[in-house]
Nanobody, 122 residues
Framework: QVQLVESGGGLVQAGGSLRLSCAAS????????MGWFRQAPGKEREIVAV???????FYADSVKGRFTISRDNAKNTMYLQMSSLKPEDSALFYC????????????????WGQGTQVTVSS
């Protein structure tokens, strides 16, 4: 059983910063992609950022220029550095793993964490 554990969420004022972490119980160098997703009350879960095995990164238009995704293979940990936070960023943030390209291309992620809450006050 693969486990993903998110941490680093909290309450922050608009314009502030937070860094989220996702610790995996498996070697992350071997997976095709890892990503951050978020879900706010009454809304669908949406993709925030993705990093592939080769180091390519992708961001939702709403967070480009404000969020940075990265990973540390030695620590089996992925990060999301968030700056210039806005109230509309408030959501439960999840990390997820896509084991191979086939699943990634179908937007199917194999493992999910339980989430960490981010709340941005105005």
């Amino acid at each position: 059983q693969v486990q993903l554990v998110e941490s680093g969420g909290g309450l922050v004022q608009a314009g502030g910063s937070l860094r989220l972490s996702c610790a995996a119980s498996m070697p992350i160098f071997s997976v095709y992609a890892m990503g951050w997703f978020r879900q706010a009350p009454g809304k669908e879960r949406e993709i925030v950022a993705v990093i592939t095995r080769g180091g390519s990164t992708f961001y939702a238009d709403s967070v480009k220029g404000r969020f940075t995704i990265s990973r540390d293979n030695a620590k089996n940990t992925m990060y999301l550095q968030m700056s210039s936070l806005k109230p509309e960023d408030s959501a439960l943030f999840y990390c997820a793993v896509a084991l191979d390209y086939n699943n990634f291309s179908r937007r199917t992620y194999d493992y999910w964490g339980q989430g960490t809450q981010v709340t941005v006050s105005s």
